[in-house]
């Protein structure tokens, strides 16, 4: 009797660990489905935003362009009016033409919200990218911070980390940014993984002196060599920042500075 007794209560035992890898697949199989479902929101949040406030340029007659002229690309006009009916928080519109980055720039009242929150306000993890809420929300800090998600997706800011080889830069050496009603060009010149607290997240720099050494310090980090230009401390930063996955707290982040386009 004993025996029927230890196999029965093997039998129900082996039963329920099946039960139970079988609920612990579906749960992943609903969490990995719902995430994606996620995904594909933001994705279409922010086509339906780009449709709105983007107009492709018309291609100008003339010589044919320079090499350099088509690596860089060309960015489309934004209608930041129109994209600011939707949020008033959108604050500029970044462009990395041939990249997935086409995207609103919001800032909120602190650090948190966009980071899980859309343009249009819906939570989604894809976030919105954001300047940081010490920052002008008209660039005119020394260095202006924009955040963005790494997502696993590659969406968003993940695109950043390819800086990190030289021939990714090559490619993409020049951002574009819409700031009110005038669209810049942003020189990329330098990009490295750093920590959370590393003074790449410094916004104002102190003495021209301060800006100088400042400069020279992030150039010395790059992992790629830039274009040749002439940084000077009158010049306005921007820092792309997203997750890195070198060390715990990790940053990859990309510098640029603000051209008259």
Known sequence: MKRKTKRLI????????????????????????????????????????ADLVKAEEEPEEGPASSEAEETEGTAPTVDLEAAQEVNSDIVAWLNSPDTVIDYPVCQGEDNSYYLFHLVDGTYNRNGCLFIDCENRKDFTD??????????????????????????????????????GEKQYQLEIFAGY???????????NLGSKQEFAKWLR???GRSDFTANPMKIKTSDRI??????????????????GRIVKK
Request: glycine share 6%; net charge negative; charged share 15%.
């Open 10 to 49: 093997g039998r129900v035992a082996a039963v329920c660990l099946i039960l139970s890898g079988l609920g612990t697949a579906a749960v992943f199989g609903w969490k990995t489905y719902s995430m994606q479902q996620e995904y594909e929101i933001g994705d279409e949040a922010y086509d339906k935003l």
């Open 142 to 179: 020394d260095n202006t911070i924009i955040y963005g998600h790494h997502m696993a997706s590659g969406k968003m800011f993940a695109s950043l980390i390819k800086y990190a080889d030289q021939s990714y830069y090559d490619a993409h050496p020049v951002m574009y940014l819409t700031i």
């Open 193 to 203: 993984v750093t920590t959370a607290d590393s003074s790449a997240y410094m916004i």
């Open 217 to 219: 310090e992030i150039c």
């Open 238 to 255: 921007v820092t792309l920042s997203t997750c890195a996955y070198n060390f715990d707290e990790a940053r990859y982040v990309v510098h």
